[in-house]
Structure formats: structure tokens, C-alpha cells
């Protein structure tokens, strides 16, 4: 097996071979590269691996414009610090998403995946390799939530939230008529909990819902201000400077 690794961070892309190495010595990692460039010039100029380890944020950007710019039809393994990409994993047939810090038992399940379905692939059938993708992908994210008003409880759909908001350490889950209820669970647990196609972590303080946009601005010192279709917000929903670059990105996925 034949394996490229792109990861920026030295450590991180030395332990990723250490681990390889003690998972199967025989694997040969054909090279390790560390930025967006490099990697689309090499996959243009060299053959083909049997599977990439990538990690998904690199020096120069989003290593999913890779494979905008390469075709590239052999697994993929996305490695990240981050757990709202998994959509964007799941178009390009990766075969697993894992959470760093990487773990030898994390890495070696993934391997495990690729070797239990690289016969299949090697013969040109991808359909078991598209099921092993909708198993990671397809059921992971919460559709139905419990909100309160008072004493009473109730569910509530992810299609029929605007968004969430925490305000000190309660969090709020906003309708899409403009109703507020409290939920128990902070941002930091909701985050993986939802589908990365529909909702984003615009700051420290809200999650959108994409269905609930219905204009984005321009707002002082770099950062965009949105308006909501229909209702209107206690306060200024704003995106962050800091997740300007990735909230375009999502926006145009």
C-alpha cells in the first residue's frame, strides 16, 4: 500500500508516520507534503497512491481545493482538530474523518476500513466504498431537539431553528418565527451535533441555520452582518474575523 500524507505541522506528520509504521511497516509513504500547492503539483506529476491522509486546514488554506483543482478517485482519510467538515468529507468518498490528537487505535480502524474495501475498489466498484462513507456520514447529526418554556417541554425540528445563541452560560435555541427556548446543551456540544451542510459557527456566541439567511453584509473591521428571513434578533448577528474566510467556504460548498 502506498500512502501520501499531507499535514503542515511537523510533529503532527511525524507522529502520523511513527503510527503507520507500528500499524504495518510495509505501507510506504511515498512522500509528505505540507501545503495546497505542493500537493496539487505532485498528484499532477506523479502516480496516483493507493490512499491519502490529509489534513483538511493547511498553511495556504482548506486542503478541499485540492480536489477541486486534481481529480483524485482513491480513498481519502481527513484528519482535523475541527468537527464540521464531515459534509465536505463525505463528497470526496472519504472513507473515514478523524479527530486529532490522532490516536493509534483512531488511525488503524481508518486502515482497517481501507483494507476491507480496497479489493472492491481495485476492480472499479465503488458502491461499497459510497455505503461505508453514508455509515461514517449518514446518521450522525440531530434532527429533533427539547426546548422548554417554563415547565413545558416540547421537540422541535433542526428545519424549523433559526438559530442558537448563548447568553452567559445558558444557551437558546431561536425558531424560525422568532420564538426563544432554553436547551440543555452548551454551543461546544451542539457543534459536531449538527448537520455542517445546514448550520455554522459564525463566533464564540452563535450557530446559524443557512435556511435562515436571508441577506449578508458588509460590517466594520472585516467581519459581515447578517439579517435573518422574517424575524428580527435581540441583537447584531455578526460573523467573527476570524470565521469570515471559513463561513465563505461553507456558504459556497
Known amino acids: 500500500m502506498d500512502i501520501l500524507i499531507i499535514e503542515d505541522e511537523i510533529l503532527a506528520a511525524e507522529r502520523l508516520q ?5 500499524y504495518d511497516s510495509s505501507i510506504r509513504m511515498v512522500a509528505c507534503l505540507d501545503s495546497i500547492e505542493e500537493s ?18 493547511l498553511s495556504d488554506g482548506h486542503s478541499f481545493e485540492i480536489f477541486k483543482r486534481v481529480q483524485f478517485l482513491k480513498p481519502v482519510i481527513f484528519t482535523t482538530a475541527y468537527d464540521n467538515y464531515a ?18 487505535e483512531a488511525l488503524g480502524a481508518a486502515l482497517n476500513k481501507y483494507k476491507n474495501i480496497a479489493n472492491t475498489i481495485a476492480a472499479g466498484n465503488y458502491s461499497l466504498l459510497s455505503d461505508q462513507v453514508k455509515e461514517n456520514f449518514g446518521n450522525r447529526y440531530k434532527n429533533r431537539f427539547l426546548a422548554k ?11 424549523e431553528i433559526a438559530y442558537f ?22 454551543l461546544e456540544k ?21 435556511n435562515s439567511i436571508e441577506q449578508i453584509k458588509p460590517y466594520f473591521n472585516n467581519r459581515l452582518k447578517i439579517v435573518l428571513k ?3 434578533a435581540d441583537e447584531e448577528i455578526i460573523i467573527s474575523r476570524e470565521r469570515v474566510v471559513d463561513f465563505k467556504l461553507w456558504a459556497e460548498a
Open 230 to 232: 422574517g424575524i428580527k
Open 149 to 159: 418554556v417554563g415547565q413545558r417541554s416540547f421537540f422541535l425540528q433542526a428545519n
Open 165 to 186: 445563541f448563548a447568553d452567559n452560560k445558558i444557551v437558546y435555541l431561536v425558531d424560525t418565527q422568532g420564538n426563544r427556548f432554553i436547551i440543555n446543551f452548551t
Open 40 to 57: 496539487v503539483q505532485w498528484l499532477q506529476t506523479k502516480p496516483s497512491p493507493d490512499l491519502l491522509l490529509v489534513d483538511i486546514h
Open 18 to 22: 511513527t503510527l503507520i509504521k507500528n
Open 87 to 104: 459534509l465536505d468529507a463525505f463528497k470526496l468518498f472519504s472513507i473515514d474523518y478523524i479527530l486529532k490528537p490522532i490516536t493509534a
Open 190 to 210: 451542539l457543534d459536531p451535533l449538527l448537520d455542517p451542510q445546514d448550520f455554522f459557527r459564525i463566533n464564540r456566541k452563535i450557530i446559524i441555520n443557512a
